[in-house]
């Protein structure tokens, strides 16, 4: 009997030490960590749950469990080039992609992007709404990432009409690209993405998940239900600064042609349409966080948050008139910033905000790190898993984001771009070289002293002072993107 006992405990040891060697990876569903990945679609972080005008208290109530990094950025402020940059782990020279007209898919047609690394490894993966580009490309989304037929994913803003029974209201907005009508959320697409949102999480949640909720909103059109612009006084939202940087260069800007139209019809907008245009976008992030708030709430109804890494973040900004700009396809601040919360279960650090330098494309390694999950090849980001432990840690010393000119190019049309921005983030300034594609050779730069001048509205490019400012920012600007090396012209 004494030796029965003295064996059971040697492979009891035995077990103790081979599991101590072993790394921790879930083989249960009960055990494994799921994904909620919410993306918003064109949002301000300056506007949403930053402290920002914004009403959001969805988000705010989420930025309060998990950790909200307040320096984020996109690799490219347009749709299709961030997204597929985010959701491939490769930034957009390595793609070869800078337009919303290529799919990924015709460049790098055996790439693993995230949602197909979670299907991999035994995840029930779905997309409910607008994650990959949803428009202009030959394939539609990426049907081979998912688990089952995508929903919403695949459409034109144009298009998104309020769908009522009975006569329709009448719009209250006049202003272009306005709607301010009285419909139920689930009228416009946004209302609908969160209706079957809920439906699959009471579907797949008895699995280990990686659901992904695209929403459309903020993006034009500004047609958010109308109590949710009833949520604002125009009177008191914050005033427009419409003129451009001191000293930047013509490449720097481009004609906001997604609000203002074609040349040579386009609008110029006058002072009360421009600030109704910004009220309806206010309008349309709580209609947005209303919709994330009903997805949180299915979330805990099923008693999946204690086992889900919620993260939820923006595709690149957006210009409201400043700077001169709007919409997106510049390098500056407004377009290249985006929202990024991360919240893992059970976070220590719950509640604080990082100011560390971090890249859309870090969310992949980070979320197959804190689900234990093998790291594909090819990854360019780095996992920000440190910077849940302490908030006030740091990965790394820049953030960069880049734009071609034309702002609106298209591959498809003109094969390659004519000139490319670079622009890189430090804790200081940002930097940006607009360079010829062919050649390599700097057009023209700009510098944004980000202690004094946060709006970037002073290039200090041919300031001496900022000499020192300027030599590292450079150092990095090259070290990432030398400009004796073209990317290649796929």
């Given at each position: 009997?004494?030796?029965?006992?003295?064996?059971?405990?040697?492979?009891?040891?035995?077990?103790?030490?081979?599991?101590?060697?072993?790394?921790?990876?879930?083989?249960?569903?009960?055990?494994?960590?799921?994904?909620?990945?919410?993306?918003?679609?064109?949002?301000?972080?300056?506007?949403?749950?930053?402290?920002?005008?914004?009403?959001?208290?969805?988000?705010?109530?989420?930025?309060?469990?998990?950790?909200?990094?307040?320096?984020?950025?996109?690799?490219?402020?347009?749709?299709?080039?961030?997204?597929?940059?985010?959701?491939?782990?490769?930034?957009?020279?390595?793609?070869?992609?800078?337009?919303?007209?290529?799919?990924?898919?015709?460049?790098?047609?055996?790439?693993?992007?995230?949602?197909?690394?979670?299907?991999?490894?035994?995840?029930?993966?779905?997309?409910?709404?607008?994650?990959?580009?949803?428009?202009?490309?030959?394939?539609?989304?990426?049907?081979?990432?998912?688990?089952?037929?995508?929903?919403?994913?695949?459409?034109?803003?144009?298009?998104?009409?309020?769908?009522?029974?009975?006569?329709?209201?009448?719009?209250?907005?006049?202003?272009?690209?306005?709607?301010?009508?009285?419909?139920?959320?689930?009228?416009?697409?946004?209302?609908?993405?969160?209706?079957?949102?809920?439906?699959?999480?009471?579907?797949?949640?008895?699995?280990?998940?990686?659901?992904?909720?695209?929403?459309?909103?903020?993006?034009?059109?500004?047609?958010?239900?109308?109590?949710?612009?009833?949520?604002?006084?125009?009177?008191?939202?914050?005033?427009?600064?419409?003129?451009?940087?001191?000293?930047?260069?013509?490449?720097?800007?481009?004609?906001?042609?997604?609000l203002r139209g074609l040349p040579p019809n386009q609008l110029t907008f006058t002072p009360q349409q421009a600030a109704e245009m910004r009220h309806g976008y206010l309008a349309g992030i709580s209609y947005l966080d209303a919709q994330v708030g009903k997805v949180l709430s299915a979330l805990a109804k099923n008693g999946l948050t204690e086992r889900t890494v919620i993260v939820f973040c923006g595709d690149h900004g957006y210009h409201l008139g400043e700077q001169g700009l709007w919409a997106k396809t510049s390098c500056y601040e407004l377009d290249a910033h985006v929202p990024l919360l991360i919240v893992p279960p059970k976070l220590s650090q719950a509640g604080k905000k990082s100011d560390a330098l971090v890249e859309l494309l870090d969310l992949y390694p980070t979320l197959i790190d804190l689900c234990g999950l093998p790291a594909p090849a090819g990854l360019e980001g780095?996992?920000?898993?440190?910077?849940?432990?302490?908030?006030?840690?740091?990965?790394?010393?820049?953030?960069?984001?880049?734009?071609?000119?034309?702002?609106?190019?298209?591959?498809?049309?003109?094969?390659?771009?004519?000139?490319?921005?670079?622009?890189?983030?430090?804790?200081?300034?940002?930097?940006?070289?607009?360079?010829?594609?062919?050649?390599?050779?700097?057009?023209?730069?700009?510098?944004?002293?980000?202690?004094?001048?946060?709006?970037?509205?002073?290039?200090?490019?041919?300031?001496?002072?900022?000499?020192?400012?300027?030599?590292?920012?450079?150092?990095?600007?090259?070290?990432?993107?030398?400009?004796?090396?073209?990317?290649?012209?796929?």
């Amino acid at each position: 009997m004494f030796h029965r006992l003295q064996c059971a405990v040697r492979l009891l040891a035995g077990v103790a030490v081979i599991a101590a060697l072993t790394p921790i990876v879930p083989a249960l569903a009960a055990e494994r960590l799921n994904v909620l990945l919410i993306m918003a679609d064109d949002l301000r972080p300056d506007l949403a749950s930053y402290g920002g005008p914004a009403q959001t208290p969805n988000l705010d109530a989420l930025a309060r469990r998990g950790i909200q990094f307040n320096r984020a950025y996109c690799q490219q402020a347009l749709c299709n080039p961030s997204r597929s940059s985010m959701l491939t782990g490769r930034r957009p020279d390595s793609l070869g992609l800078w337009c919303n007209g290529v799919h990924f898919r015709e460049l790098a047609p055996d790439v693993v992007t995230l949602p197909q690394h979670f299907k991999a490894n035994g995840y029930v993966t779905r997309d409910v709404g607008k994650i990959f580009h949803n428009w202009h490309t030959k394939e539609k989304g990426d049907r081979r990432s998912w688990s089952a037929d995508e929903f919403l994913h695949y459409e034109n803003h144009g298009n998104d009409k309020p769908l009522v029974a009975g006569r329709l209201g009448e719009n209250r907005a006049t202003a272009p690209k306005c709607e301010r009508i009285s419909v139920p959320d689930d009228s416009y697409f946004d209302g609908r993405v969160a209706a079957e949102a809920v439906r699959v999480l009471n579907e797949i949640k008895n699995q280990p998940f990686f659901l992904a909720v695209g929403f459309w909103k903020p993006h034009a059109p500004f047609n958010a239900p109308a109590k949710y612009w009833d949520l604002y006084d125009p009177a008191i939202l914050p005033p427009l600064d419409p003129d451009r940087p001191a000293g930047a260069p013509e490449l720097a800007f481009h004609d906001g042609r997604e609000l203002r139209g074609l040349p040579p019809n386009q609008l110029t907008f006058t002072p009360q349409q421009a600030a109704e245009m910004r009220h309806g976008y206010l309008a349309g992030i709580s209609y947005l966080d209303a919709q994330v708030g009903k997805v949180l709430s299915a979330l805990a109804k099923n008693g999946l948050t204690e086992r889900t890494v919620i993260v939820f973040c923006g595709d690149h900004g957006y210009h409201l008139g400043e700077q001169g700009l709007w919409a997106k396809t510049s390098c500056y601040e407004l377009d290249a910033h985006v929202p990024l919360l991360i919240v893992p279960p059970k976070l220590s650090q719950a509640g604080k905000k990082s100011d560390a330098l971090v890249e859309l494309l870090d969310l992949y390694p980070t979320l197959i790190d804190l689900c234990g999950l093998p790291a594909p090849a090819g990854l360019e980001g780095t996992t920000l898993r440190k910077l849940l432990d302490d908030p006030a840690a740091a990965v790394k010393s820049a953030a960069f984001t880049q734009h071609p000119r034309p702002a609106y190019y298209d591959r498809t049309e003109k094969g390659v771009p004519d000139a490319m921005g670079y622009s890189v983030r430090t804790a200081k300034a940002r930097y940006t070289q607009w360079r010829d594609w062919q050649t390599g050779k700097l057009l023209a730069a700009e510098l944004y002293d980000h202690t004094s001048d946060p709006r970037e509205m002073t290039n200090l490019i041919d300031s001496p002072a900022a000499e020192p400012l300027l030599a590292e920012a450079r150092r990095l600007l090259h070290q990432q993107f030398p400009p004796d090396k073209i990317p290649a012209k796929r």
